[in-house]
């Protein structure tokens, strides 16, 4: 007898990032020359740095469970870090690690959304907001940015909110578009958390990775008197190229991060202590070595532009940020994004990801975190697919 499962599992969805690129390594071990641009990771190696920090820390044996919230060591390092770059303030106390960005955003969520709350996500929307407000009973509203540059406005965030609203979700610089709010916009939203009484996620996990004359904006330096209704989201996944240690955090107001830490140890006891000590040793000396990512990023990001830009039908936004371009396929001969991907994928062997996944149909996200002879072959065959359809 099949056994029954509940209806908050039957509702979530796999990552359909993810999906695709299993499709892709299945293609590829079937022989085919497969170029994939699903990937929402760095192609460089941890820095030397951390990785010696994580073996001096197994040689030391500090390999047991840590305190739930991390190590003291690390969140000093996250603190210093916030001081410096950001000249925030932050105690222990107010600081959570957690096994990657992911699973602070899901803690944070389930400490802020009760059954029936309502969450506004700037659309397109990273697919995991999604699902984890859901988890926790909530409902995602959207505000579309499509029409804006990819940035919420005022105006289209208010037109969002209702008696149910509890907060907001930000993700800047923005996975899957690229765009990078300026000060204008993060002093929008904080006006609309301090007038409606709203918190804030503010997740900046791709706040290194800047381009042009981009800026990051932190909304707590920004506006530092909504510092308590705003829960910051970071980690070592992007900045210094560390995915797989899973090491993310989050920032924000005691009484939160506390909740958040008793729902942690219950379910994880404490992020991998070996992932801890090399977050640590990455902080005190990877600086230099983010720099050189964010600036190799900038040149691939510049030369996909070149090659996408004049393919007829295909619109392309400039990603300022992050490592993704959003490309707008609604003028193509296939304006099904779905079709788009699966068609490329068959037919040119690339993969890309629909927007479908991003709540927004009819663009497909490419990740220019790959080598610069992958973007400038991939780049080529999408611009034979677009110009070869019937
Ligand atoms: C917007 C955004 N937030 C958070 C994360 C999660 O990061 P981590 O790998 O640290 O869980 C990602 C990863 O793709 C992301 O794109």
Not at 128 to 140: I, N, R
Not at 250 to 258: C, E, H, Q, V
Request: charged letters at 25%.
């Amino acid at each position: 007898m099949k056994l029954k499962i509940s209806k908050r599992a039957e509702k979530i969805k796999p990552s359909a990032t993810l999906a695709i690129s299993a499709m892709a390594r299945e293609m590829t071990s079937a022989g085919r020359s497969v170029l994939s641009f699903s990937a929402g990771e760095p192609d460089f190696r941890t820095p030397a740095c951390a990785a010696r920090a994580a073996a001096d820390a197994m040689a030391r044996g500090e390999t047991h469970y840590t305190a739930t919230s991390g190590i003291p060591e690390l969140k000093a390092a996250i603190a210093g870090y916030y001081k410096n770059r950001f000249c925030l303030d932050y105690a222990p106390s107010d600081i959570i690690v957690s096994a990657g960005a992911k699973a602070s955003l899901f803690e944070a969520i389930s400490v802020l959304v009760d059954e029936g709350d309502e969450v506004l996500l700037p659309k397109p929307a990273w697919v995991s907001y999604v699902e984890q407000v859901e988890l926790a009973g909530g409902t995602a509203k959207t505000v579309d940015t499509a029409d804006t540059g990819f940035v919420p406005t005022k105006e289209s965030v208010l037109a969002a909110l209702s008696d149910k609203t509890v907060g907001i979700i930000v993700n800047t610089p923005h996975n899957p578009t690229g765009a990078v709010y300026g000060e204008n916009a993060v002093l929008a939203l904080a006006d609309i958390a301090r007038e409606r009484g709203l918190w804030v996620i503010f997740d900046e996990i791709y706040e290194r990775l800047v381009y042009g004359g981009a800026r990051h904006v932190n909304i707590v330096q920004a506006a530092p008197d909504i510092r308590d209704r705003v829960i910051l989201i970071n980690g070592v996944s992007k900045a210094f190229s560390m995915t797989g240690w899973r090491i993310g955090c989050a920032l924000g107001p005691k009484d939160i991060i506390k909740k958040m830490d008793d729902i942690q140890s219950q379910i994880a006891s404490s992020p991998s202590s070996i992932s801890q000590w090399a977050s640590v040793g990455a902080y005190a000396g990877a600086d230099g070595e983010t720099e050189a990512h964010r600036a190799e990023f900038e040149r691939r990001r510049d030369i996909l532009l070149g090659i996408l830009d004049g393919i007829e039908g295909l619109k392309v936004t400039r990603p300022d940020g992050a490592f993704y371009a959003f490309l707008d396929v609604r003028g193509t001969k296939i304006p099904d994004d779905m079709e788009f991907c699966r068609r490329i994928l068959e037919e040119k062997n690339v993969a890309l990801v629909p927007g479908a996944a991003f709540l927004a149909p009819g663009f497909v996200r490419m990740s220019y975190a790959c080598s610069e002879e992958n973007i400038k072959a991939g780049a080529a065959r999408i611009r034979e697919f677009i110009r070869g359809l019937e």
